[in-house]
């Protein structure tokens, strides 16, 4: 991942980090993915939470907000004090120690390499302005691909564990803390874009490479400082007793032969020769990407798989974007990073189905048994009990996501989007005379007016679901108690905003179903009398679990009444939505862009 960091400071000095990700903001590197941002987003929310990072204050589509930790980048004559040795040291024996949601199969290197080999391919030596190309051809020349496939083919034999790593320990991606509270404390790891499950002793040898040379890179070019005056092997010994240390400080498991000094040494003997061949591919692709340019981009949609590795074990793998959807536009709902931070969250306080990985493209997660809810559940009025607790618990929870989602805006511009492409002329004759009245309806005119009329309602903005229908809702087989019967489904839409969107949506479908798939879009109507009644009863019970969940309660806002017309006025909102829906729906099945 090609990046920038900015250190924003406020006017009471208090300062923090924002890092976007992308080429957009790089000129002089090109936006590659290693692992899909939506992993690092898991990656960067854990470490924060066990210490080992800065604190996370949220994502948005394009990047991260998180602490400025004061201090300052460590340097080779920090290590003249031996005992930092000891913090780096616990500190990456802690980071192994992490267990990530993240596939163990993963190879970073191999990633890095077929990115290398992508520009290379398209890489043309005579682009390099004279004077430069006689020291970047054998740079160029050497089989930097042929060799690093070789070192990772052997390396299994070396029975480096398998761990959690860090993998990019240069000293620009450590910090000398100003405030600690322990020796252990003072040194913390940034920067997380290459982490992956990979050899242990990869990073072992990474830091005291370190120790050996620096290399520097930026618009300029490359710079290389030598360090010449190193004990190596005196370095080397206090470091890897260091770690063993470590290993025994955080009561790991130890094997005799897996962890013993030899071991350990004969691992980091192996794997400098890996990154030494990183660093000379880095050089490589640093000189070609200065002179050539690729881009490449696509939208979001998802497809969901369940998996049977026997009778009784079953996942659900989902997958996002369109090279699995061939005949839906790209109308990108939630930035992966963010929808990853949800699920994970929801999946942690029980809310959510457990989640067993995040990869470049997707995710992993647990198969809940049960079925969806349908209307006739609900002749248990009990349900409404259930739904409401799960609900109120659901508005009750904090998101490291944005609260400034404009619900009306982002409706107007996909209504827009819709108003743009459509073409009456592209749609079968047949259908022709049936979508006129739909796509002529002025959705747009009446969504405007709600949007100026919305703040009046006084609804509280919650964290909300936003896709309340009864196909994102699970009655389980197995559940603990009464409120553990239902689970909710699928979070692309959940946004800050209104709670009376999620209270109107979830009536609204007392009254009528909509299914769409490939032959069209079908409505079942049910014939509900009660409606009134049924309405008044979820309120009541949702206005008992706001109370359970702790809401700081205000008689006004949060009274039956209140909420009623809260949920009345949604109402009308989820009709248009529907209406706007159903244009889109019309015009992508029918019309080609």
Same mark, same amino acid.
């Given at each position: 991942?090609?990046?920038?960091?900015?250190?924003?400071?406020?006017?009471?000095?208090?300062?923090?980090? +924002?890092?976007?990700?992308?080429?957009?903001?790089?000129?002089?590197?090109?936006?590659?993915?290693?692992?899909?941002?939506?992993?690092?987003?898991?990656?960067?929310?854990?470490?924060?939470?066990?210490?080992?990072?800065?604190?996370?204050?949220?994502?948005?589509?394009?990047?991260?907000?998180?602490?400025?930790?004061?201090?300052?980048?460590?340097?080779?004559?920090?290590?003249?004090?031996?005992?930092?040795?000891? *913090?780096?040291?616990?500190?990456?024996?802690?980071?192994?120690?992490?267990?990530?949601?993240?596939?163990?199969?993963?190879?970073?290197?191999?990633?890095?390499?077929?990115?290398?080999?992508?520009?290379?391919?398209?890489?043309?030596?005579?682009?390099?302005?004279?004077?430069?190309?006689?020291?970047?051809?054998?740079?160029?020349?050497?089989?930097?691909?042929?060799?690093?496939?070789?070192?990772?083919?052997?390396?299994?034999?070396?029975?480096?564990?398998? +761990?959690?790593? =860090?993998?990019?320990? =240069?000293?620009?991606?450590?910090?000398?803390?100003?405030?600690?509270? *322990?020796?252990?404390?003072?040194?913390?790891?940034?920067?997380?874009?290459?982490?992956?499950?990979?050899?242990?002793?990869?990073?072992?040898?990474?830091?005291?490479?370190?120790?050996?040379?620096?290399?520097?890179?930026?618009?300029?070019?490359?710079?290389?400082?030598?360090?010449?005056?190193?004990?190596?092997?005196?370095?080397?010994?206090?470091? +890897?007793?260091?770690?063993?240390?470590?290993?025994?400080?955080?009561?790991?498991?130890?094997?005799?032969?897996?962890? *013993?000094?030899?071991?350990?040494? =004969?691992?980091?003997?192996?794997?400098?020769?890996?990154?030494?061949?990183?660093?000379?591919?880095?050089?490589?692709?640093?000189?070609?990407?200065?002179?050539?340019?690729?881009?490449?981009?696509?939208?979001?949609?998802?497809?969901?798989?369940?998996?049977?590795?026997?009778?009784?074990?079953?996942?659900?793998?989902?997958?996002?974007?369109? @090279?699995?959807?061939?005949?839906?536009?790209?109308? $990108?709902?939630?930035?992966?990073?963010?929808?990853?931070?949800?699920?994970?969250?929801?999946?942690?306080?029980?809310?959510?189905?457990?989640?067993?990985?995040?990869?470049?493209?997707?995710?992993?997660? @647990?198969?809940?048994?049960?079925?969806? +809810?349908?209307?006739?559940?609900?002749?248990?009025?009990?349900?409404?009990? $259930?739904?409401?607790?799960?609900?109120?618990?659901?508005? *009750?929870?904090?998101?490291?996501?944005?609260?400034?989602?404009?619900?009306?805006k982002n409706f107007i511009e996909m209504v827009e989007k819709v108003n743009l492409e459509c073409d009456l002329i592209k749609i079968d004759a047949k259908?022709?005379?049936?979508?006129?009245?739909?796509? @002529?309806?002025?959705?747009?005119?009446?969504?405007?007016?709600?949007?100026?009329?919305?703040?009046?309602?006084?609804?509280?903005?919650?964290?909300?679901?936003?896709?309340?229908?009864?196909?994102?809702?699970?009655?389980?087989?197995?559940?603990?108690?009464?409120?553990?019967?239902?689970?909710?489904?699928?979070?692309?839409?959940?946004?800050? $905003?209104?709670?009376?969107?999620?209270?109107?949506?979830?009536?609204?479908?007392?009254?009528?179903?909509?299914?769409?798939n490939e032959n069209g879009t079908r409505v079942d109507y049910f014939k509900v009398q009660n409606l009134n009644e049924i309405k008044e009863t979820f309120?009541?019970?949702?206005?008992?679990?706001?109370?359970?969940?702790?809401?700081?309660?205000?008689?006004?806002?949060?009274?039956?009444?209140?909420?009623?017309?809260?949920?009345?006025?949604? $109402?009308?909102?989820?009709?248009?939505?529907?209406?706007?829906?159903?244009?889109?729906?019309?015009?992508?099945?029918?019309?080609?862009?």
């Amino acid at each position: 991942v090609a990046n920038r960091i900015y250190c924003c400071t406020f006017d009471n000095k208090k300062r923090l980090i +924002v890092k976007f990700y992308g080429n957009e903001l790089s000129e002089s590197f090109d936006a590659v993915s290693f692992k899909g941002e939506a992993a690092e987003a898991v990656i960067v929310y854990r470490i924060q939470k066990v210490g080992l990072g800065p604190k996370v204050f949220g994502f948005f589509d394009g990047g991260r907000i998180e602490e400025f930790i004061e201090g300052r980048n460590v340097n080779i004559e920090d290590f003249k004090d031996t005992s930092l040795y000891s *913090s780096v040291a616990y500190n990456l024996a802690k980071y192994h120690n992490l267990s990530m949601p993240l596939s163990r199969k993963d190879n970073i290197f191999k990633k890095f390499k077929e990115m290398e080999e992508a520009q290379l391919l398209s890489f043309d030596l005579n682009k390099i302005d004279e004077k430069y190309r006689a020291l970047a051809k054998p740079i160029l020349d050497f089989p930097a691909k042929e060799e690093t496939e070789l070192i990772l083919e052997l390396a299994s034999f070396t029975n480096s564990r398998v +761990v959690f790593s =860090h993998n990019d320990l =240069h000293f620009n991606n450590m910090i000398l803390r100003n405030e600690f509270d *322990s020796n252990n404390d003072r040194i913390m790891f940034l920067d997380y874009d290459l982490s992956s499950y990979f050899y242990r002793g990869f990073d072992l040898a990474y830091f005291l490479v370190e120790h050996q040379f620096r290399l520097g890179a930026n618009e300029f070019g490359l710079r290389i400082d030598y360090f010449d005056d190193q004990n190596l092997d005196e370095i080397e010994q206090i470091f +890897v007793k260091e770690y063993m240390n470590a290993l025994k400080t955080l009561n790991l498991e130890i094997d005799e032969n897996l962890d *013993s000094l030899e071991q350990i040494y =004969h691992e980091i003997e192996f794997f400098i020769f890996l990154r030494f061949l990183v660093l000379i591919g880095f050089m490589q692709y640093v000189i070609s990407i200065n002179k050539c340019t690729s881009y490449n981009s696509s939208g979001v949609a998802n497809r969901i798989y369940c998996c049977s590795f026997s009778k009784k074990k079953r996942v659900i793998i989902k997958f996002y974007g369109s @090279e699995f959807l061939e005949d839906v536009d790209e109308i $990108t709902l939630k930035y992966e990073p963010e929808e990853a931070i949800i699920v994970y969250r929801l999946h942690k306080i029980g809310l959510g189905p457990k989640v067993f990985g995040f990869f470049d493209g997707g995710r992993i997660e @647990e198969f809940v048994e049960g079925r969806n +809810v349908n209307i006739n559940d609900f002749k248990d009025i009990s349900l409404y009990s $259930t739904f409401a607790y799960n609900l109120a618990k659901y508005h *009750s929870l904090s998101m490291p996501i944005s609260r400034k989602y404009n619900l009306f805006k982002n409706f107007i511009e996909m209504v827009e989007k819709v108003n743009l492409e459509c073409d009456l002329i592209k749609i079968d004759a047949k259908f022709r005379e049936i979508s006129k009245p739909l796509l @002529e309806f002025q959705v747009m005119e009446e969504v405007k007016w709600m949007s100026e009329i919305a703040p009046l309602i006084n609804s509280r903005i919650v964290f909300v679901h936003n896709d309340l229908n009864f196909n994102n809702m699970i009655l389980k087989d197995k559940f603990d108690s009464k409120n553990d019967r239902i689970m909710f489904l699928d979070y692309e839409w959940s946004k800050y $905003t209104y709670r009376g969107v999620d209270l109107a949506y979830f009536l609204v479908e007392h009254q009528f179903r909509v299914y769409t798939n490939e032959n069209g879009t079908r409505v079942d109507y049910f014939k509900v009398q009660n409606l009134n009644e049924i309405k008044e009863t979820f309120v009541q019970e949702y206005i008992k679990a706001m109370k359970t969940h702790h809401f700081e309660m205000n008689d006004q806002l949060d009274s039956l009444n209140h909420i009623l017309e809260e949920i009345e006025f949604f $109402t009308v909102l989820r009709y248009l939505f529907l209406i706007a829906f159903e244009q889109f729906l019309v015009i992508s099945k029918r019309c080609s862009s």
